[in-house]
């Protein structure tokens, strides 16, 4: 999976199998036009890494030139087609090939033909590596193509995404599935801020803390910050409607994001329960539980570090520290029950540098979007 700009892509045709198609064209039109010089016209700016195999493969002698055109504007189409370099001039009585990285609509199509019927050329025909057949209008015939794709946005291989990915050698596709929704487990010290904070940049999710959360409406004085703090004032929890209403509120104001990481919520059965009918509600639903797993004894040790530099009491005190454990466990097994009878329960080594945590949490996570 890679992100270039907001947008998430995951692998979809490898360079071997593209420069594979790209031989194969180069031979059929070599066979077509052995016992002439062909000028080869590839189309700006995506043609260009297909050009230029393209070239490497074709074993005769040719000639070759670029025009270029412009219709995308970020995913979409302008629907309006500007040349921007124009075709070439000594092109009178001469065979015309022109290279196309992908056609999809055939607007750009139409502006090529109507570029070239104009001129003096011997033929011109289309070669088009990348071929959308499904969008295709059909009004010009394409002459040669590499391979069929369905109508999905790509990049890479001169293929760009305002201006990023053309450089990749492989394509990649747009990853359009659903949101991808965590919740991360881990014991105090397990280094959940830690990982919540490299992922949700990683992968465009909106990290949300429950601890966070409550801090944010209580310190604002928001309605529903009001009535937490008037149950916390009297001594009782806050009931679990008013902490899923908190993350609503969240969730509302972060459409915008691939997918949430729920942090410190769930934390009975009853609460995964509610997140769930929540999130189905917002046709939505929790991908992956991950716990980050540590041995006590490591996990004490790093807390009791912790608490020199940040003067927390109850990260300075073994018994304390071990008390909290205990809670977890007994709050986060029969969680873990719910969790893996929906096949949802990963449980991820939680120990070593930051950088070979996150990887692992990332194989998990990677997993998900191409399930998706």
Same mark, same amino acid.
């Given at each position: 999976? !890679?992100?270039?700009?907001? $947008?998430?892509?995951?692998?979809?045709?490898?360079?071997?199998?593209?420069?594979?198609?790209? $031989?194969?064209?180069?031979?059929? %039109?070599?066979?077509?036009?052995?016992?002439?010089?062909?000028?080869?016209?590839?189309? @700006?700016? /995506?043609?260009?890494?297909?050009?230029?195999?393209?070239?490497?493969?074709?074993?005769?002698?040719? *000639?070759?030139?670029?025009?270029?055109?412009?219709?995308?504007?970020? @995913? &979409?189409?302008?629907?309006?087609?500007?040349?921007? @370099?124009? +075709?070439?001039?000594?092109?009178?009585?001469?065979?015309?090939? +022109?290279?196309?990285?992908?056609?999809? &609509?055939?607007?750009?199509?139409?502006? =090529?033909?109507?570029?070239?019927?104009?001129?003096?050329?011997?033929?011109? #025909?289309?070669?088009?590596?990348?071929? #959308?057949?499904? +969008?295709?209008?059909?009004?010009?015939?394409?002459?040669?193509?590499?391979?069929? %794709?369905?109508?999905?946005? !790509?990049?890479?291989?001169? =293929?760009?995404?305002?201006?990023?990915?053309?450089? =990749?050698?492989?394509?990649?596709?747009?990853?359009?599935?659903?949101? %991808?929704?965590?919740?991360?487990?881990?014991?105090?010290?397990?280094?959940?801020?830690?990982?919540? /904070?490299?992922?949700?940049?990683?992968?465009?999710? $909106?990290? !949300?803390?429950?601890?966070?959360?409550?801090?944010?409406?209580?310190? *604002?004085?928001?309605?529903?910050?009001?009535?937490?703090?008037?149950?916390?004032?009297?001594?009782? =929890?806050?009931?679990?409607?008013?902490?899923?209403?908190?993350?609503?509120?969240?969730?509302?104001?972060?459409?915008?994001?691939?997918?949430?990481?729920?942090?410190?919520?769930?934390? &009975?059965?009853?609460?995964?329960?509610?997140?769930?009918?929540?999130?189905?509600?917002?046709?939505?639903?929790?991908?992956?539980?991950?716990?980050?797993?540590?041995?006590?004894?490591?996990?004490?040790?790093?807390?009791?570090?912790?608490?020199?530099?940040?003067?927390?009491?109850?990260?300075?005190?073994?018994?304390?520290?071990?008390?909290?454990?205990?809670?977890?466990?007994? #709050?986060?097994?029969? @969680?873990?029950?719910?969790?893996?009878?929906?096949? $949802?329960?990963?449980?991820?080594?939680?120990?070593?540098?930051? *950088?070979? %945590? &996150?990887?692992?949490?990332?194989?998990?996570?990677?997993?998900?979007?191409?399930?998706?």
């Amino acid at each position: 999976m !890679i992100k270039l700009h907001d $947008k998430y892509f995951k692998p979809y045709l490898g360079e071997d199998e593209i420069l594979a198609a790209v $031989k194969r064209m180069a031979q059929e %039109i070599a066979e077509d036009y052995k016992d002439e010089v062909p000028l080869f016209v590839g189309v @700006l700016n /995506g043609a260009f890494m297909f050009v230029s195999d393209f070239l490497k493969a074709y074993p005769y002698p040719c *000639n070759v030139s670029f025009v270029r055109l412009s219709s995308y504007q970020g @995913l &979409t189409s302008t629907g309006i087609v500007e040349s921007l @370099l124009d +075709i070439p001039e000594d092109i009178n009585g001469k065979s015309v090939i +022109i290279l196309e990285d992908v056609i999809d &609509t055939g607007r750009t199509l139409k502006q =090529l033909v109507h570029m070239f019927s104009q001129t003096n050329a011997k033929e011109f #025909k289309i070669a088009s590596l990348f071929y #959308k057949s499904e +969008i295709y209008n059909g009004e010009y015939q394409i002459d040669y193509v590499g391979m069929e %794709i369905p109508d999905d946005f !790509i990049v890479g291989y001169g =293929l760009d995404y305002n201006e990023l990915g053309r450089n =990749l050698r492989e394509v990649y596709q747009l990853n359009q599935g659903n949101m %991808i929704n965590l919740v991360l487990f881990g014991k105090p010290g397990a280094g959940k801020g830690t990982q919540a /904070g490299f992922l949700k940049e990683k992968y465009n999710l $909106k990290h !949300i803390s429950t601890g966070d959360v409550f801090r944010y409406n209580m310190k *604002n004085g928001t309605e529903l910050g009001k009535l937490a703090k008037s149950y916390i004032d009297r001594g009782d =929890l806050v009931p679990d409607e008013v902490t899923i209403d908190m993350l609503k509120d969240e969730v509302e104001k972060n459409q915008e994001a691939a997918g949430f990481i729920f942090d410190g919520f769930p934390r &009975t059965t009853a609460q995964a329960e509610a997140l769930d009918n929540f999130l189905e509600s917002k046709d939505m639903q929790v991908n992956a539980t991950i716990a980050l797993e540590a041995e006590d004894d490591i996990l004490v040790a790093r807390l009791l570090e912790r608490g020199k530099a940040s003067g927390r009491s109850d990260d300075q005190d073994e018994s304390k520290i071990r008390n909290r454990f205990d809670e977890y466990n007994e #709050k986060t097994a029969p @969680l873990k029950s719910y969790y893996e009878k929906q096949g $949802k329960f990963h449980s991820v080594n939680g120990i070593g540098e930051i *950088n070979e %945590i &996150t990887g692992r949490l990332a194989k998990v996570i990677d997993a998900l979007f191409e399930l998706e």
